[in-house]
């Protein structure tokens, strides 16, 4: 059974369901979950449930009541998330906030995340600042941190990179806490952590530890403070 387009235009609101394509330009409200190809926003929209999309592209804003999954996310501007997120390819250039667990292949994040359970990618990438309450886990871990702090429970990778992207004018950028970094090749600076354990670890300037575990290569900047480090 072939599906129907579903187009609210200026300001208007729908009832959920099974739809090929959604768009709305200007102001929409959807009432329960939705079920689509392509969602699209040029404005505001608000789903009160459940969203299931193959792609998801907001310019604007969307909040979404329930969780969403969606094999590809655009969003250029603010995304509001109650429950779980499982995207496989994320493009981010704003701010998204999620509720619940946050899922990917792929996470390529220009501004601000915020997630309040568990994220878990294959590759992540982030140049802004993040607030993520429980465990980061993925193979390729890429942070450049800017203004403001940010904050991660425990962070696990393959390869992990943590660096300082400083603004305009030569500003302090950005400075991220957690509680235990754990991977195989480590590069951390401005993070301040509890224990940071792996096989290559590359303490940077702006870095405050309070204890390294490695097991083949350690180094330290001078513009560091490790409290202790140790070979295993």
Do not use: W
């Amino acid at each position: 059974m072939e599906k129907n387009d579903l187009k609210i235009s200026g300001s208007g609101s729908a009832a959920g369901g099974s739809y090929q394509q959604v768009v709305i330009r200007g102001e929409g409200m959807i009432g329960g979950d939705l079920d689509c190809s392509k969602f699209r926003t040029y404005g505001t929209s608000t789903l009160s449930g459940d969203a299931a999309v193959q792609t998801f592209a907001i310019h604007g804003e969307s909040e979404v009541g329930g969780s969403l999954k969606a094999k590809k996310a655009k969003i250029f501007g603010t995304a509001d998330i109650a429950g779980d997120a499982e995207i496989s390819e994320a493009a981010v250039k704003g701010m998204v906030n999620i509720g619940g667990n946050m899922t990917a292949e792929t996470c390529d994040i220009k501004g601000a995340l915020t997630v309040k359970g568990d994220c878990e990618a294959e590759r992540f990438a982030l140049q802004g600042s993040l607030e993520l309450k429980g465990l980061l886990n993925a193979g390729m871990i890429e942070i450049g941190l800017r203004l403001g702090k940010s904050s991660i429970g425990d962070i696990g990778g393959t390869v992990i990179k943590v660096v300082n992207k400083r603004g305009f004018f030569k500003r302090n950028g950005g400075f991220l806490s957690a509680k235990v970094i754990e991977g195989d090749d480590i590069y951390l600076e401005n993070t301040t952590a509890q224990i940071v354990r792996g096989n290559k670890v590359h303490i940077g300037p702006g870095c405050r530890i309070e204890a390294v575990e490695y097991k083949s290569d350690y180094q330290v900047s001078s513009r560091a403070d490790v409290k202790e480090n140790k070979q295993s």
